[in-house]
Each structure stands twice: as C-alpha cells, then as structure tokens.
C-alpha cells in the first residue's frame, strides 16, 4: 500500500500531473499512463509504464 502523503506528491513523469491508485499501479489522470508497483515501491520511469488503456469506440 502507498502511504497517502506519498501519493499526494507523486506525479506522472511524462506530464507532470498527479496520479491516483487503482491495484498494483498508479495511474495517470491525464494521459493515462501506468506506472507498477514493485514490492511496495512505485516505479515512476517512462519506459517502465504501461500505455494508457484502449477505450472502447
């Protein structure tokens, strides 16, 4: 679990927006793009991150 002081600073390294906890990842609240969680520490890299997820047309 992410401390939620941690989360309140934390921001998406692609742009500069905050994130929120949805699982084992922080999500991006603009562009979407998540970030894992790996024993406990969020892993804040671009490359590591997973595309933002496919919406449904």
Known sequence: ???PT???ILACPACK?????ENERL???TCGRRYP???GIPVM???EAEP?????P
């Open 6 to 8: 941690l989360l309140e």
């Open 37 to 39: 969680i790996r024993d």
């Open 27 to 29: 999500v991006c609240v």
């Open 52 to 56: 933002p997820a496919q919406k449904d």
């Open 1 to 3: 679990m992410i401390d």
């Open 17 to 21: 927006t905050a994130v929120r906890l």
């Open 45 to 47: 890299l671009i490359e």
